[in-house]
């Protein structure tokens, strides 16, 4: 499998947010809570998949509060020094690069800079401590969208930030320069996410800081509607880039 990370680069292009590949990139728990509108108590008793997880230290603290998380990420089947290094790597070049594109950002952001710079960092080395017990107990799994190791109805919901809609091409309303992820991907990556949960699939975010919609996002929306399932769209707290401030829920 190619290392997704290893050319990562932020583009120049007229004043966009554009990157060349998916950043191994990772947000804490609380994070998450923002992202997906849930308060961790919501989590009890819950399987709960968060695919693509990438450096998040959401299952590390999910797992210290005893709520069931499997982080799935095709990068996880990458040596842990190798997967540390890329996460280090990746971290530092996106926050460098979001202060020369500070105006895509959401405003508040630039007030609380050192804050959202910690809370990176912070999720990145809670990550490193826990990935090794925590693969070996089957609590990260090497895998990749559209097709994931894990049985039909297997988790109660599943989460899946910043990988759909923001990473479609800059095109389509996300920050990619190639077209790598097209709606047909979008498509089965839903289906499969669907597959393996009993209730719902939640998405964050459903747009990038290029520009106020998301071609990407209402394509499909209208698609899983003419499939005869319910999706809608939810306005959340979370919001790093502009317009990010709501999630997709996807019901089973
Ligand atoms: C920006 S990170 C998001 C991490 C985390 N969900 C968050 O919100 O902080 C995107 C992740 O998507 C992963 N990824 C790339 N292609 C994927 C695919 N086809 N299926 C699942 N994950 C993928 C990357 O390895 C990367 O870790």
Same mark, same amino acid.
């Given at each position: 499998?190619?290392?997704?990370?290893?050319?990562?680069?932020?583009?120049?292009?007229? !004043? #966009?947010?554009?990157?060349?590949? =998916? @950043?191994?990139?990772?947000?804490? %728990?609380?994070?998450?809570?923002?992202? /997906? &509108?849930?308060?961790?108590?919501?989590?009890?008793?819950?399987?709960?998949?968060?695919?693509?997880?990438?450096?998040?230290?959401?299952?590390?603290?999910?797992?210290?509060?005893?709520?069931?998380?499997?982080?799935?990420?095709?990068?996880?089947?990458?040596?842990?020094?190798?997967?540390?290094?890329?996460?280090?790597?990746?971290?530092?070049?996106?926050?460098?690069?979001?202060?020369?594109?500070?105006?895509?950002?959401?405003?508040?952001?630039?007030?609380?800079?050192?804050?959202?710079?910690?809370?990176?960092?912070?999720?990145?080395?809670?990550?490193?401590?826990?990935?090794?017990? !925590? #693969?070996?107990?089957?609590?990260? =799994? @090497?895998?990749?969208?559209?097709? %994931?190791?894990?049985?039909?109805?297997? /988790? &109660?919901?599943?989460?899946?930030?910043?990988?759909?809609?923001?990473?479609?091409?800059?095109?389509?309303?996300?920050?990619?320069?190639?077209?790598?992820?097209?709606?047909?991907?979008?498509?089965?990556?839903?289906?499969?996410?669907?597959?393996?949960?009993?209730?719902?699939?939640?998405?964050?975010?459903?747009?990038?800081?290029?520009?106020?919609?998301?071609?990407?996002?209402?394509?499909?929306?209208?698609?899983?509607?003419?499939?005869?399932?319910?999706?809608?769209?939810?306005?959340?707290?979370?919001?790093?880039?502009?317009?990010?401030?709501?999630?997709?829920?996807?019901?089973?």
């Amino acid at each position: 499998m190619k290392a997704q990370t290893s050319h990562l680069q932020v583009l120049e292009d007229s !004043g #966009k947010f554009l990157i060349d590949d =998916v @950043a191994f990139f990772g947000r804490t %728990l609380g994070e998450y809570e923002e992202m /997906f &509108h849930f308060e961790r108590e919501d989590l009890r008793g819950k399987r709960v998949l968060d695919c693509a997880s990438g450096p998040a230290s959401f299952a590390a603290e999910a797992h210290i509060i005893g709520v069931n998380v499997t982080a799935c990420d095709p990068m996880y089947e990458k040596r842990p020094d190798e997967l540390f290094h890329w996460a280090a790597h990746d971290v530092a070049l996106c926050l460098k690069n979001k202060d020369s594109k500070i105006d895509l950002f959401d405003p508040h952001l630039s007030e609380f800079a050192d804050q959202f710079e910690a809370e990176k960092v912070r999720a990145m080395r809670n990550f490193r401590n826990d990935f090794a017990k !925590g #693969k070996a107990d089957g609590r990260y =799994v @090497a895998g990749k969208l559209p097709n %994931l190791p894990f049985p039909d109805d297997y /988790f &109660h919901l599943a989460f899946c930030s910043n990988l759909l809609f923001l990473y479609a091409s800059s095109k389509f309303g996300g920050i990619l320069n190639d077209d790598r992820f097209p709606f047909e991907f979008h498509m089965r990556a839903i289906f499969e996410l669907l597959r393996v949960v009993k209730d719902e699939v939640r998405i964050y975010p459903i747009k990038g800081p290029n520009r106020p919609d998301s071609p990407m996002a209402d394509a499909v929306v209208e698609a899983l509607k003419e499939a005869g399932i319910r999706a809608e769209y939810v306005p959340v707290h979370f919001k790093d880039v502009a317009g990010a401030n709501q999630m997709l829920r996807i019901f089973k």
